[in-house]
């Protein structure tokens, strides 16, 4: 096997807003596109990865956009944090949520996923979080089984809408200690 490209994983810049736009919209339809109908994927795709959204999301204090780049420093992951984000079975009184964590296909399993989540994890604990929660689609086994190997239980389940289409995710829970 090939030895792994050097990934260095950053904070990412306003200067990153097209190619997070361009890279979640392509990893979120090749994970999800055969799952889902072209009008609710192109619904969901456009107000979630446009560049217009991913600046905005850069912008706001109270999120935290982390990339994995390459040794070209192409995008090839990233994870969404968002503090103070509550849900109903969520029980923790400082939480922080992980929006999205996306990774190229041809790096899962290389690490790339858990160097995102624990920069994640150290973020929630600068911003005095106490627990960490993700919503994860329910039909999903390998991000579910990813996302117990980091530590995260199942705590109950809400609503996800991909355009007019309602699905369900599971809510898991990650406390800090």
């Not at 795709?45 to 706001?60: H, I, M, P, Y």
């Not at 969520?90 to 922080?96: G, H, L, M, N, Q």
């Not at 990813?146 to 829970?173: I, P, S």
């Amino acid at each position: 096997m090939d030895s792994d490209p050097a990934i260095t994983i950053a904070r990412a810049t306003e200067a990153d807003a097209t190619a997070l736009a361009d890279f979640g919209r392509l990893t979120f339809e090749e994970t999800f596109g055969r799952y889902n109908t072209p009008a609710d994927m192109a619904d969901f795709l456009s107000k979630t990865f446009g560049v217009a959204q991913q600046t905005a999301e850069l912008r706001d204090g109270g999120r935290a956009m982390i990339v994995a780049k390459d040794e070209r420093g192409a995008i090839v992951g990233y994870a969404l944090l968002k503090r103070d984000s509550v849900e109903h079975c969520v029980t923790a009184e400082r939480p922080s949520e992980v929006q999205r964590i996306y990774v190229d296909a041809s790096l899962h399993g290389r690490d790339v996923g858990a160097q995102l989540m624990t920069e994640c994890i150290v973020q929630s604990r600068r911003w005095g979080c106490d627990a960490v929660w993700l919503g994860v689609w329910e039909h999903n086994p390998r991000a579910i089984a990813f996302y117990e190997k980091q530590g995260f239980r199942t705590v109950g389940t809400h609503e996800f809408m991909l355009g007019g289409d309602r699905q369900r995710d599971y809510v898991m829970l990650k406390p800090l200690d």
